[in-house]
Nanobody
Framework: VQLQASGGGLVQAGGSLRLSCAGS????????MGWFRQAPGKEREFVAA????????DYADSVKGRFTISRDNAKNTVYLQMNSLKPEDTADYYC??????????????????WGKGTLVTVSS
C-alpha cells in the first residue's frame, strides 16, 4: 500500500483544515488507518485511528472533540478533519496503515505503511 497525504497548510488559531490520505492498491479497505504527527524537536505521536470498516475510531486526548477521522473505501482515502486548531497542533502529519487493526496504530512499530508528511502550521 502506498499512501499520499495532502491538505496541510498555514491556518490561524481557531481555524480548520482537512487532511486527506490517498492509498493505492486493492487491499486499502482491509487496513486500519491512522494519523500521527511530529512537531519540531519532538517524537512522532499518535493522533487518530479508524478501523477498516469505519465503525471504530479512537483519538489522542489532546485532539478529542476537535479532530474527526473518517474514511471512504470506495475512494481509497482517509480524512482528518481538524477544527479549533491551536498553535500546539503545528506539526508534520503522517498517515499510516496497519493490517492488524486499530490497536496496532497506537505505536509506531505497529504501523505497516507510512505516507510522507504534510505540514500543518497554526499561527497564534
Amino acid at each position: 500500500v502506498q499512501l499520499q497525504a495532502s491538505g496541510g497548510g498555514l491556518v490561524q488559531a481557531g481555524g480548520s483544515l482537512r487532511l486527506s490520505c490517498a492509498g493505492s492498491g486493492r487491499t486499502f479497505s482491509s487496513y486500519a488507518m491512522g494519523w500521527f504527527r511530529q512537531a519540531p524537536g519532538k517524537e512522532r505521536e499518535f493522533v487518530a485511528a479508524i478501523s477498516w470498516n469505519g465503525r471504530s475510531t479512537d483519538y489522542a486526548d489532546s485532539v478529542k472533540g476537535r479532530f474527526t477521522i473518517s474514511r471512504d473505501n470506495a475512494k481509497n482515502t482517509v480524512y482528518l478533519q481538524m477544527n479549533s486548531l491551536k498553535p500546539e497542533d503545528t506539526a508534520d502529519y503522517y498517515c499510516a496503515a496497519a493490517a492488524r487493526g486499530v490497536g496496532s496504530l497506537y505505536r509506531q512499530n505497529g504501523v505497516d505503511y507510512w505516507g510522507k508528511g504534510t505540514l500543518v502550521t497554526v499561527s497564534s
